[in-house]
């Protein structure tokens, strides 16, 4: 099950990438509500990169993988409340939702310098809209420097979330807009490489306009369960 799963969304990006001449992007397997089984049967397979929305979440599912969980990588794609900074900056990898300075001198005052440097994105809220976390375009620059002049965390670049649409062309304009916003950051920042952007409804359309990661749960592992 997880391999057939696995292989059919590897092709879809493969696919997805040669139709547009692009680079194949990362894939990052969103495992939130599913249960450390999931994870185990996916990393089997081959996957190393795994997301999650919550913290509690992840750090139950990382005692439950055991050894495991150290030979995957973790992102934090759900939104972060300073005061879940700490435990965050100490059990994920990645962290791709940064929208506001008070988060970054939270993650980097926590971030254990023998780790080595946190990797973050900035969350830009694309389309402005009043229910999505994310910093306004205009914002991003200040927070990028913020970012930059913390030795404990490293800038990788820009994750979005546009707003859902049945029609996956219509999120287009949105990619579009993001992309622009990561080459001008990829053009100051030497470490910025990756632009978060697709999910399993939309990976082709944001792999054609400049995604190198995506974010995919319902096409690796069903539909997630009703919580
Ligand atoms: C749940 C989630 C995804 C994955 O969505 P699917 O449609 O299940 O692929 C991607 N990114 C974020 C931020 C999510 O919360």
Redesign the pocket.
């Known amino acids: 099950m997880s391999t057939r799963l696995l292989n059919a969304v590897s092709l879809r990006l493969r696919n997805a990438a040669e139709a547009a001449d692009r680079p194949v992007p990362r894939l990052l397997a969103?495992s939130?509500t599913q249960p450390a089984e999931a994870v185990t049967a996916l990393a089997a397979a081959g996957q190393r990169a795994f997301?999650e929305?919550y913290v509690q979440e992840a750090v139950a599912k990382a005692a439950a993988l055991g050894e495991t969980a150290g030979k995957l990588e973790w992102h934090l794609?759900?939104h972060l409340q300073s005061n879940k900074a700490r435990e965050a900056a100490a059990l994920f990898d990645w962290v791709q939702t940064v929208d506001r300075p008070r988060l970054v001198d939270a993650l980097a005052r926590h971030r254990d310098r023998a780790r080595g440097p946190l990797d973050v994105l900035v969350q830009v809220n694309i389309d402005d809209e009043a229910s999505k976390h994310g910093c306004r375009p205009d914002q991003m620059d200040a927070l990028a420097q913020a970012i930059a002049s913390h030795p404990t965390l490293r800038l990788r670049g820009l994750m979005v979330?546009p707003t859902a649409h049945d029609d996956p062309e219509l999120a287009r304009p949105s990619f579009r807009r993001a992309r622009a916003l990561f080459e001008r950051l990829r053009g100051q920042y030497p470490a910025v490489d990756t632009l978060s952007m697709g999910?399993?409804?939309d990976a082709e359309v944001a792999v054609a306009e400049g995604a190198t990661m995506v974010?995919?749960?319902?096409?690796l592992f069903g539909a997630?369960p009703p919580k």
């Open positions: 969103v939130k997301g929305n794609i759900g979330i999910m399993s409804g974010r995919i749960g319902t096409a997630r």
